[in-house]
């Protein structure tokens, strides 16, 4: 098989620096007619939006169907890396069976809070009905050779792959890509992991924090002489969800064309980087290498967070020109120690900037935070108030675009979110929740395999379907 790295992101010379996707297509193209997925005798396919002409997805009610109505994706892994990418799938249509697994829980089951009534449970985690709404579970012991065989059964009827354990695990149980492509040759596959499929540390595990330090972030956080500061979270899988998005629905276009399948080795490392493009180029030009700078930047002054009226209230402020300097200074009533000399120019207001956010600091501390933003916002300044999780929930903005409250049969209602971009003739359709542990194995062995309910429940006693 041919292989090709593609760069996602910037400009050409930091694409020769960082490739965070690589590209594995078949060989050559299957006939058109392989690519209609497999479906068993008195399937009930049809419950699911059938496609028309030229693949799209044939219409539904009022004209408007989802966008990606009609294709079928299998995940297996767990935390955020690859469920987000099968949640906006979801999100946009496809139908998404999560493979799990009574013996090997999802951690984001078990062991990240919140839980409800902060009582852990298996169906009572917060996080994981975040980011898994919309989906469909099946459970299958993938250590036995019957729940490996009824897994590439379930790929071999699909259109996506999304995958996200440690390089070598898929092809221990059995779906490796090569395997599976001889199966499905129009599969698309997704792999994202730590640092990629291949390479010197590509079968090192890691988690969130780990990866933020690896990549440089926490180099950079922090005061300058005090110890580096970890970011919030798991925040590169949150990265590299957008590009394996961006991968998968790139690959199926390229599928619609050419018929041919293809295999993305996506590393959260390097996606990760393509965030630190400014300090990656100063390092690559100048041979500089950028520290800790707490909230300060080197082209701005202010640049930091200020505390206004209130208790834990907050607002951000930058100020990037000489211009928007006098803009401020105008806006806050021009103050005495607003027109000294030193602070006319940015180099002089970053030689002085001590004094400087102790000045500003004085201004915010007697307003409120809505006060701060609205004044300075009027004169076009850039100066946003720092929300708090209260605030994100009442923001009139993600009411309308973001937030979604579905049933949960455990959890009750529940705050969802749905994808952060949206296409408007096919919006998000965000309306399921997540699935128990599970709680689609019958229905998915039935109607998509086929299966009889003799043959399901014997699998059942066999241990098939822990």
Not at 113 to 120: G, T
């Amino acid at each position: 098989m041919a292989s090709h790295r593609y760069a996602v992101g910037w400009r050409a010379v930091f694409a020769r620096l960082v490739r965070a996707v690589r590209w594995r297509a078949a060989a050559a193209a299957p006939p058109r007619s392989a690519c209609r997925r497999a479906q068993p005798r008195g399937s009930r396919r049809a419950a699911w939006p059938r496609r028309g002409r030229r693949g799209h997805a044939a219409l539904g009610r009022g004209g408007v169907t989802s966008a990606l109505a009609g294709t079928r994706v299998v995940e297996l892994g767990g935390y955020a890396a690859g469920p987000v990418v099968g949640k906006y799938l979801a999100n946009y249509g496809a139908d998404v069976i999560r493979i799990e697994s009574r013996r090997r829980l999802d951690g984001f089951r078990t062991h990240y809070p919140p839980f409800q009534h902060n009582v852990p449970g298996v169906e009572r985690a917060g996080i994981f009905s975040y980011f898994n709404d919309g989906k469909r579970s099946i459970t299958l012991n993938l250590k036995t050779e019957r729940g490996q065989k009824l897994a590439r059964q379930l790929i071999e009827r699909s259109d996506v792959v999304v995958e996200n354990f440690t390089p070598g695990t898929m092809e221990r149980l059995g779906l490796g890509f090569a395997g599976l492509i001889e199966l499905n040759p129009c599969l698309v596959m997704l792999s994202t992991c730590n640092q990629g499929q291949t390479g010197p540390r590509a079968a090192q595990p890691g988690f969130g924090s780990q990866l933020t330090a690896l990549s440089g972030f926490t180099h950079l956080l922090g005061e300058p002489d005090r110890t580096p500061v970890l970011l919030y979270g798991p925040y590169i899988d949150y990265i590299a969800v957008g590009y394996g998005t961006i991968a998968v629905l790139a690959a199926l276009a390229q599928r619609r064309r050419t018929g041919r399948g293809v295999h993305i080795d996506l590393s959260q490392y390097e996606a990760g980087l393509q965030f630190l493009a400014p300090a990656l180029l100063d390092y690559f030009a100048n041979g500089r290498v950028a520290s800790r700078q707490a909230n300060r930047h080197p082209s701005a002054a202010p640049h930091g967070v200020y505390a206004c009226r209130g208790e834990e209230r907050w607002c951000a402020l930058s100020i990037w020109t000489d211009a928007e300097w006098r803009s401020f200074v105008s806006a806050i009533g021009a103050p005495a120690w607003a027109l000294y000399e030193r602070f006319n120019t940015v180099l002089g207001r970053k030689a002085h900037e001590v004094e400087l956010d102790a000045h500003i600091g004085e201004w915010t501390r007697d307003r409120s935070r809505e006060e701060v933003v609205a004044v300075l916002r009027e004169r076009g300044l850039r100066v946003a108030a720092v929300s708090s999780m209260a605030d994100l929930f009442a923001d009139p903005q993600l009411t309308l675009y973001a937030w979604r409250v579905v049933e949960h049969p455990v959890l009750g209602r529940v705050h969802v979110m749905a994808p952060p971009f949206l296409l408007r003739e096919t919006p998000p359709q965000v309306g399921r929740a997540a699935p128990l542990l599970g709680e689609h194995t019958r229905e998915i062995l039935h109607d998509v395999l086929g299966l009889k309910d003799t043959e399901i429940s014997a699998l059942q006693a066999e241990g098939v379907l822990d």
